[in-house]
């Protein structure tokens, strides 16, 4: 069973333009989200994440957007450069009881291609 | 990055052969973690540790062990490799906070022939 859903597998802007990933989750435990991007033959580098206190989170050109109603959320990038092309991977987290640790839970990622 | 290395980067192997992949950090974190990532199923959680000689299995644990006798140090040993688990292998570091999540290191792609 998928907790995190990405349901876009690709998604193509043009530089410039406003880009929007989705994500979707069914566990109403998750308590932080997070955005990571990944280039080829490279790690995934941590992007941007929220609280699920909060709606919203913006640094920079990139802002995350939290529906807690709706398990929803989204990564919004303005202006989108062909810099950004990259996949995308959506994950969510929830506290485990000892308070300290927490593991991650992905989704299968949407590829995002900016053209020139 | 923050000191995190995997090693080989690139490796073939054999059906029925013994695969140890390697994490090593240099941050002294305590908790670490495998991942493995294949097209259509993202990123999935193979095992963890949470201290030395202390680590606990993931969603697709199955074939695979780990130990961690150094703090430094989170070893993956494929038993005895199948075709099913060529893939790409990550192994992450965390701290306690969870603002910045986790720091992966650049990956072993691993191919079982």
């Known amino acids: 069973d998928q907790q995190v859903k990405q349901n876009s597998p690709s998604l193509s802007v043009q530089e410039g333009r406003i880009s929007i990933l989705n994500c979707d989750y069914t566990?109403?435990?998750?308590?932080?989200f997070l955005w990571y991007k990944k280039y080829p033959a490279e790690g995934p580098t941590f992007l941007i994440s929220?609280?699920?206190?909060?709606d919203k989170n913006e640094d920079g050109r990139f802002t995350v957007f939290l529906n807690k109603s709706a398990k929803h959320l989204s990564l919004h990038i303005v202006p989108s450069q062909p810099g950004d092309s990259a996949v995308y991977f959506c994950?969510?987290?929830?506290?485990?009881?000892?308070?300290?640790?927490?593991?991650?839970?992905f989704g299968k990622g949407t590829l995002l291609t900016v053209n020139p | 990055d923050a000191g995190i290395t995997q090693s080989p980067r690139h490796k073939v192997t054999e059906t029925g052969t013994p695969v140890t992949l390697r994490c090593h950090q240099t941050?002294?974190?305590?908790?670490m973690y495998w991942y493995r990532q294949d097209p259509g199923h993202g990123l999935r959680l193979i095992h963890y540790?949470?201290?030395?000689?202390?680590?606990d299995k993931g969603e697709v644990s199955d074939g695979y062990s780990v130990s961690r006798s150094k703090t430094e140090d989170f070893l993956l040993t494929l038993e005895s490799a199948t075709s099913s688990q060529t893939s790409v292998y990550f192994c992450?570091?965390?701290?306690?906070?969870?603002?910045?999540?986790?720091?992966f290191g650049s990956g072993t792609r691993l191919t079982v022939v």
């Open positions: 992450a570091i965390s701290a306690t906070g969870r603002t910045y999540g986790y720091t």
């Open positions: 566990n109403s435990m998750f308590d932080y």
């Open positions: 929220i609280s699920s206190i909060k």
């Open positions: 994950a969510a987290s929830v506290r485990n009881s000892g308070g300290s640790n927490y593991k991650l839970t």
């Open positions: 941050e002294n974190h305590r908790y």
């Open positions: 540790s949470y201290g030395v000689k202390d680590t």
